[in-house]
T-cell receptor, first 111, second 115 residues
Framework: QKEVEQNSGPLSVPEGAIASLNCTYS??????FFWYRQYSGKSPELIMS????GDKEDGRFTAQLNKASQYVSLLIRDSQPSDSATYLC???????????FGSGTQLTVLP | NAGVMQNPRHLVRRRGQEARLRCSPM?????VYWYRQLPEEGLKFMVY????????ESGMPKERFSAEFPKEGPSILRIQQVVRGDSAAYFC?????????????FGPGTRLTVL
């Protein structure tokens, strides 16, 4: 069974710090990786997508992918209280098109 | 900016009734996915549809649940004879194509409460 694992947290960081969110996946043929942000009571919102090994930066967000280690991470620089949310790691594998989600990491940025 | 639309946003049903959830994909998108999020749990895939076709329903319970995406109109997720365990947020997502790299955009969800 394909699994995506995340530390559930909660993870607390002070405002302005770097928040580091981690995700591992079990299916070696996983090909696409996504980070979604979900505020309480709201729907998932795409933050980043990454498809090849290495780093991908977009503003304050950096996604890192290491397929050999089956590991993907999200770094949030200069964290703001508005970043407080649950961050969901999602993966597509093989010919399947659906997203397999981790359980999410709850992030709190303290003012 | 017409994103993914879902209605109703909130739905209350008594045990044994039917629930119908509707999803209109983003303009230009022809691929629809339904996910369910149980309280305090992660998002779980239910079904993937294209117009008039169910492509993958591997995540859908075998009984009481059905989905369709007709040639005209929204995609519908139908739950017959609802039970309390069906209480959850049901999210629809759409994508432009069906490559694994295509981004899925989520609608606001329908929160189903079964009394």
């Amino acid at each position: 069974q394909k699994e995506v694992e995340q530390n559930s947290g909660p993870l607390s960081v002070p405002e302005g710090a770097i928040a580091s969110l981690n995700c591992t996946y079990s299916d070696r043929v996983s090909q696409s990786f996504f980070w979604y942000r979900q505020y309480s009571g709201k729907s998932p919102e795409l933050i980043m997508s990454i498809y090849s090994n290495g780093d991908k930066e977009d503003g304050r967000f950096t996604a890192q992918l290491n397929k050999a280690s089956q590991y993907v991470s999200l770094l949030i620089r200069d964290s703001q209280p508005s970043d407080s949310a649950t961050y969901l790691c999602a993966v597509t594998s093989g010919s399947a098109r659906q997203l397999t989600f981790g359980s999410g990491t709850q992030l709190t940025v303290l003012p | 900016n017409a994103g993914v639309m879902q209605n109703p946003r909130h739905l209350v049903r008594r045990r044994g009734q039917e629930a119908r959830l509707r999803c209109s994909p983003m303009k230009g998108h022809s691929h629809v996915y339904w996910y369910r999020q149980l309280p305090e749990e992660g998002l779980k895939f239910m079904v993937y549809l294209q117009k008039e076709n169910i492509i993958d329903e591997s995540g859908m319970p075998k009984e009481r649940f059905s989905a369709e995406f007709p040639k005209e109109g929204p995609s519908i997720l139908r739950i017959q004879q609802v039970v309390r365990g069906d209480s959850a947020a049901y999210f629809c997502a759409s994508s432009q194509a069906a490559r694994g790299t295509d981004t899925q955009y989520f609608g606001p969800g329908t929160r189903l409460t079964v009394l």
